[in-house]
């Protein structure tokens, strides 16, 4: 009972050890990889210089397709498309600014958005808007800025505008910056008043918020503060009022004027990131300086709103040598700061500066940029793979990343979502001159992943637990078929060798010690020996090769003409090689020893009785066929020594158990033979199964 229970908790700690190794693999295999899905919906081929975007401009729940084309004459023209059927052609002078140079809102609240395009010609950047439907021009050629070129190039991009009533007279004001890398005479945050037409330009600085400008009513007094990322690449001169040469804590007011002096925090090259956050219950800023070079140590950080430093915490380590990108948000009504390296790591800050969470993410090259991709009001970021052909989409504090595979260079940032029927379809993504329309979902099965998880572990328990229980019993049962079977052989050889044959040979082996013939005594009773030897070798085996069983059958035939003094012969017609199979053991002897013993013992001192054997193979059988020209079975049952037939019942359940226990079916059949319609003798045929 104890070996019992020990077997039953090894068998239950082997299939929960096998359940998980299975379920790991069928998890690793089939992995539900996240919280969302990116998956492609279609891929279509435009024209070269055409940019394409998706909006609903007339918030009809459908949005239009707004294509930024070049006329037949090189002028900047942009397109509004419904259904196929152009709407509205807007044409243009100059070319298109660089980076993010359109912007759809709807500023003076009539339900329809306008179109506001950044252009550029000469040295000079301009802005224009219209409202499509009145095609009336909002604006008009206003002139922003200049710019300067770098070697021939365009040196100046513009990020990504937004719209905001800044002067409470329900009108909204368009609030854009722009990035340069060498001119830094057109590093600007501006800020245009529609409505009045007043323009308002951040002063004359090497340092401005240059990407990610973010809105933020820092000190409460219901107004908005600018805040975003500064780049210091050190091209302007040490003179050039906040000079590039440093990194510089910047915050804007609503009119692009310094909410406080610019604070100096570093040297170039450096990137710093400035973002929204509060600590102790007040509004202040969290900061990410990333210094490019040994001069000096990047850190995190963070400041009153009035740009105070509250504590600081310095980055010594090296996994933050390439830097990475920053971000806060809200957790639980607490704000968290996260920096998202480009190795791939994670570590969520609090506001004590402490990191109280860190993980593996995926590793990117650089930021593409920040886009609201499933319309749920909250921003996702999007970055570029390492090797610049994955387009990487994570949530706003850096997890739940998923990645798609472009299969091409990621060289432009124009994304915009496609909506029918009120439904969000698509995320529309263009790199270069192809179009993407993409589905960013959330995996249905990600919620309930840990259910599944458990129910493929359980399934795999339960698997392996009844094969593991029907394995047991097929390996009991082949334990009690083979016992049988050779307990069974036991049984025949005991009927079939019997102690009369034991005791004629050795009386003949004696006879001819007697007479003196001891080579020939010497011969038959090592062919005697052989017999039991092999008899004795095999008895643990249920089945030996054909040859070996055909060997010990002619051991025997030999053995049996000498002492029935050469009463018969016998034959073995050798018409191929022997396949090498395995019988089960006695299998053709069975038969040729009732040939001799029913067969031809009858006739000895009437005339010499033949045994032949012979091997056909056809197709997909193997026949092996034993004759005799004996009395026939019929004359035989009126001898003395006709037996009661064990030997074939016995046989018979040996072939039944061993077709079960080797699967390989063997059958046979016993013919009458006659001449001139009297029986001379008798045919078996053995019929052996490839398959």
């Known amino acids: ?337 996260a920096l998202y390296r480009k190795d791939g790591g994670v570590e969520v800050f609090n506001d004590k500066l402490v990191v109280e969470k860190s993980f593996e993410s995926v590793p990117y090259l650089s930021k593409l940029r920040t886009w609201d991709v499933n319309a749920d009001g909250v921003e996702e970021f999007l970055f570029i793979g390492v090797n610049r052909d994955k387009l990487i989409i994570t949530s706003h504090d850096y997890s739940d990343p998923v990645i798609f595979s472009m299969n091409e260079d990621i060289s432009t940032s124009y994304f915009s979502n496609e909506w029918v029927d009120n439904q969000l379809t698509a995320l529309v993504y263009q790199n270069g001159d192809n179009l993407y329309r993409l589905s960013y979902k959330k995996d249905p099965l990600y919620t309930f992943r840990f259910l599944i998880w458990m129910l493929v572990f359980i399934l795999s328990f339960v698997f392996v637990y009844f094969l593991g229980r029907i394995y047991q019993y097929y390996l009991k049962r082949q334990y009690e078929d083979e016992k049988r079977i050779t307990s069974l052989q036991v049984r025949a050889i005991e009927q079939q060798m019997s102690p009369h044959f034991t005791l004629s040979i050795l009386n003949s082996i004696g006879n001819l010690y007697e007479n003196h013939d001891t080579q020939k005594a010497q011969y038959y009773f090592g062919k005697y020996s052989k017999l039991l030897r092999i008899t004795l070798i095999s008895s643990g085996e249920i089945a030996v090769p054909l040859e070996d069983e055909i060997q010990f059958t002619q051991n025997y035939l030999e053995l049996e003409q000498f002492r029935l003094n050469d009463g018969f012969s016998f034959q073995f017609i050798d018409n191929q090689d022997i396949p090498d199979i395995k019988v089960p053991k006695f299998l053709v002897y069975t038969f040729v020893e009732n040939a001799v013993k029913h067969g031809l013992f009858p006739i000895q001192g009437i005339r010499e009785g033949v045994i032949s054997l012979y091997l056909t193979e056809k197709k997909d059988v193997l026949q092996i066929t034993i004759e005799d020209d004996g009395v026939g079975r019929i004359k035989a049952k009126d001898t003395k020594i006709y037996s009661t037939g064990k030997g074939l019942s016995i046989l018979d359940e040996i072939l039944v158990l061993y077709q079960r226990f080797e699967s390989k079916k063997i059958s046979y059949k016993i013919e009458d033979k006659y001449t001139d319609r009297e029986e001379t003798g008798t045919r078996v045929i053995i019929t052996i199964s490839n398959n």
């Open 1 to 337: 009972m104890m070996r019992n229970k020990l077997n039953r908790q090894y068998d239950l700690a082997i299939s929960l050890f096998l359940s998980v190794v299975i379920a790991g693999l069928f998890i690793w295999w089939n992995p539900i990889n996240g919280k969302y899905k990116l998956t492609l919906l279609d891929k279509v081929k435009i024209g070269s210089n055409d940019i394409v975007i998706y909006d609903d401009l007339d918030f009809d729940g459908n949005s239009e397709k707004i294509r930024f084309v070049k006329d037949f004459i090189g002028r900047p023209a942009l397109l509004v498309e419904e259904n196929g059927k152009i709407l509205f052609q807007w044409n243009l002078t100059g070319k298109f600014a660089p980076g993010i140079f359109y912007h759809f809102a709807d500023y003076n609240g009539n339900g329809r958005k306008e179109i506001f395009v950044f252009t550029y010609e000469n040295d000079s950047i301009f802005l224009d808007a219209i409202d499509v439907k009145t095609e009336e021009n909002i604006v008009q050629h206003k002139y922003i800025t200049n710019y300067r070129e770098y070697k021939g190039l365009i040196d100046f991009s513009v990020y990504k505008p937004m719209t905001l009533d800044l002067n409470a007279d329900g009108k909204k004001e368009i609030v854009f910056s722009f990035a340069c890398a060498f001119s830094h005479i057109t590093r600007k945050l501006c800020k245009y008043d529609i409505e009045n037409n007043i323009l308002h330009l951040s002063e004359k600085a090497g340092c401005c918020l240059y990407s990610e400008v973010v809105p933020f009513d820092l000190d409460e007094d219901g107004k908005y503060e600018f805040i975003g990322t500064i780049h210091s690449p050190g091209n302007s001169s040490f003179e050039y009022p906040y000079t590039d040469q440093n990194s510089w804590l910047m915050v804007f007011d609503d009119q692009m004027n310094y909410k406080f002096p610019p604070k100096k925090v570093g040297k170039y090259s450096a990137l710093l990131w400035i973002k929204p956050f509060k600590e102790s219950g007040r509004n202040c800023l969290a900061s990410f300086y990333h210094h490019v070079g040994k001069v000096d140590t990047s850190n995190i950080a963070l400041y009153d709103s009035f740009g105070k430093l509250i504590r600081i915490k310095m980055l010594t380590d090296n996994k933050y040598v390439r830097g990475g990108d920053f971000t806060t948000f809200t957790k639980e009504n607490q704000y968290k700061m």
